[in-house]
């Protein structure tokens, strides 16, 4: 595997072994992206910082939690409501967002006391959140302000509320994946044995690693739910504060985004000997694999599979409708740190569309190695790419659609690629069965939207036609397949509904489908749906 | 089975977990040996018929979920194992867990694998 180089970042030496060209019959041990480094100066990255990583990937997504930040307004503002993290209680978390507003006289004469007031204030104007993370920025730790002793004082002062604090300022690591790092062990140490939780199942995990875009959470609850699986916390989408508290309490930790969070898994393991077990929530084959890995671990082998074949059997003629159509289609791969080994495989196996290039913002090495291994040869792998880069390498690749953020997605568009957000996604959920068709859908819009079509006329230039008639997605997209595909009386057109969440929502509240076995005595029975929205912590005396 | 034949099995099945398991990919090289290790060994037990239970703890049942899976996949990609016999699973197996430790540890270009700490 040849390391690849950018004719835009020839006069940057450092970006070669950043990059690498997935060849036939070469191996990972002939050549790998380097990952995790600082940014080189001269390239314009697209990473976020560590405070960003910490703050707004894994500790906004808690719900019952005053999120502060102690520094300028504009760290906070900018890592507000940017990702659609969910929660079934009031979404909290994504109204509102806090922060000190250190100024410049803050920086000469400190702010520990400003930060006091202003955490008891925002205790008082919300008086039923008594739950709260406190985030370092750079500002206030170059100065050297002591965010935990502030913290201290409160709740001394103030018995009933909890506070957490983070200390990872953004120049805390080469993006935002040291943010990551740092809240994942500073949760661990601060908070994790602090809380007994109520265990109502024979079965209990961690589900770690997930953030609940739109709705991710809720569709994976609802397979462990009716596989009788408490889940004492989500680390960390649509959680409360507490159950997080009693992780150490679980019989599994099942780790869907080993980058943002393998750490607290591995030490979960160490200190509590809980196992990890690494799973794949997108995909149908990725799923099913997961879920009966997780039956096989408490014996409920057979729950797993009645769930695969009544998913599979729901949402595959629907998946391969689409897949029909997106054979052949190019992609690159574009996510932040996960998504690139999450999909690759299975975005060309059941979707069938080919990833021309994968690539990760603040993936480390391992990433790669994943990601590698599941792409198709041919691809190219890139490490932190600055914009230049990647314009180089979707005129050179030329992509029928990006999959990507909103920055570099936005950058795709004026060069007329049609992107996908997956990050905040564009119709998610995209996890589970039903997900896994919501984004084969987005994909297929994306890439015949008779709209886009248009838009890659140039008018200054081109020639308009004027002999096409009126066209549909359909119409585009119908043009090479067999009479037999076409007119299948088997495969369909996605029919989730506009946003499936509420329904299972409501599923869960009518709390007539979910049977968990008593802990002691095996007993299948319903718990109260107040203890499936809440669970019972109690304090632990330290 | 000859050698060549017995490496081209083994690509096979190297082929599948490259591509589709994430255990082997935990990130210090120390946790690599020892989920190559027990996975593959209990594996290895599974197709070979013996028993790939060691105790009731935790740990051993992750690792043996892992390994009923992955036979699961491999005899459902690979319906030559049904018909391969212990002798030869058994050196396949072999040669699979040395591929994947020079893959995945002694061979690898990632340099997080010798941090000592997570």
């Not at chain 1, 039923?128 to 201290?152: F, N, P, V, W």
């Not at chain 1, 390498?393 to 049609?418: Q, S, W």
Request: net charge negative; hydrophobic share 35%.
């Amino acid at each position: 595997m040849p390391y690849h180089q950018f004719e835009c970042s020839e006069c940057i030496p450092e970006r070669l072994h950043h990059a690498v060209d997935k060849n036939p019959g070469e191996q990972l041990t002939d050549a790998l992206p380097l990952g995790y480094l600082n940014t080189i100066p001269g390239s314009i990255s697209e990473r976020g910082c560590a405070y960003c990583g910490a703050k707004h990937v894994i500790g906004t997504p808690m719900k019952d939690v005053i999120h502060l930040s102690h520094g300028p307004v504009g760290c906070t503002y900018d890592t507000w409501q940017t990702k659609r993290y969910i929660s079934d209680d009031g979404n909290f978390q994504l109204k509102y967002t806090f922060a000190s507003n250190m100024k410049e006289s803050h920086i000469v004469f400190g702010a520990g006391t400003m930060l006091k007031s202003n955490i008891i204030e925002a205790f008082k104007a919300f008086p039923e959140i008594k739950r709260m993370s406190i985030y370092q920025t750079c500002a206030s730790a170059l100065i050297g302000d002591d965010i935990e002793a502030t913290a201290a004082e409160v709740m001394e002062e103030m018995p009933d509320v909890k506070v957490f604090t983070c200390n990872s300022p953004g120049f805390a690591g080469p993006s935002q994946s040291g943010g990551h790092h740092k809240i994942n062990l500073a949760w661990l140490s601060q908070m994790v044995g602090t809380g007994e939780p109520e265990i109502f199942s024979k079965y209990v995990i961690n589900y770690v690693g997930e953030y609940n875009i739109q709705g991710d959470q809720e569709i994976m609850k609802d397979y462990f739910y009716r596989m009788g699986i408490q889940i004492l916390s989500t680390f960390t989408g649509n959680t409360h504060f507490d159950d997080l508290r009693s992780m150490h309490r679980a019989q599994l930790n099942v780790l869907e985004c080993a980058r943002s969070a393998e750490y607290i898994c591995d030490e979960l393991r160490v200190r509590y000997g809980i196992p990890r077990m690494d799973i794949d929530g997108f995909g149908f084959e990725g799923i099913s694999d997961s879920l009966l890995k997780i039956g096989y671990f408490f014996g409920i082998e057979d729950k797993a599979r009645e769930i695969i074949a009544e998913e599979t059997a729901r949402w595959k003629p629907e998946l391969d409708w689409y897949a029909a159509r997106l054979k052949g289609v190019r992609v690159c791969l574009w996510p932040g740190g996960s998504k690139l080994w999450h999909w690759a495989h299975l975005l060309h196996k059941e979707i069938g569309v080919d990833v021309v290039s994968v690539y990760t913002k603040f993936g480390h090495q391992g990433d790669m190695e994943k990601g590698i291994s599941r792409c198709e040869p041919g691809a190219l792998a890139i490490d932190d790419p600055n914009e230049l880069e990647t314009i180089e390498a979707m005129y050179k690749l030329k992509p029928d659609v990006i999959f990507t953020g909103k920055r570099p997605g936005e950058v795709a568009k004026k060069i007329r690629v049609p992107y996908l957000n997956v990050h905040g996604y564009h119709n998610g959920p995209y996890k589970g069965y039903e997900g896994w068709v919501r984004l084969a859908k987005d994909i297929y819009n994306a890439v015949y939207s008779p709209i886009h079509r248009l838009a890659l006329l140039d008018i200054s230039k081109d020639e308009i036609p004027t002999d096409k008639e009126f066209e549909t997605r359909q119409t585009l997209s119908d043009v090479k397949l067999s009479d037999e595909i076409k007119n299948s009386t088997v495969l369909r057109q996605c029919t989730s509904s506009y946003d499936p969440i509420p329904a299972l929502r409501e599923k869960m509240k009518k709390n007539e489908s979910y049977l968990f076995p008593d802990p002691e005595t095996g007993e299948l029975r319903k718990v109260p749906v107040e203890k499936l929205m809440k669970n019972k912590v109690v304090d632990v005396e330290q | 089975m000859d050698k060549k034949t017995a490496e081209e099995k083994m690509s096979q099945l190297e082929w599948y977990i490259t591509k589709h398991c994430l255990w082997q990919y935990n990130s210090r090289g120390w946790d690599r040996e020892i989920q190559n290790e027990r996975i593959l060994g209990k594996t290895k037990q599974i197709l070979c018929g013996e028993n790939a239970r060691e105790d009731d703890s935790t740990a051993d049942k992750y690792y043996w979920s892992e390994a009923m899976t992955l036979t699961g996949a491999f005899k459902r990609y690979f319906p030559w194992l049904e018909e391969t016999s212990k002798e030869d699973i058994t050196v396949i197996m072999h040669m699979l867990k040395e591929k994947m430790d020079y893959t995945m540890i002694k061979g690898s270009l990632n340099v997080e694998l010798t941090k000592e700490q997570y």
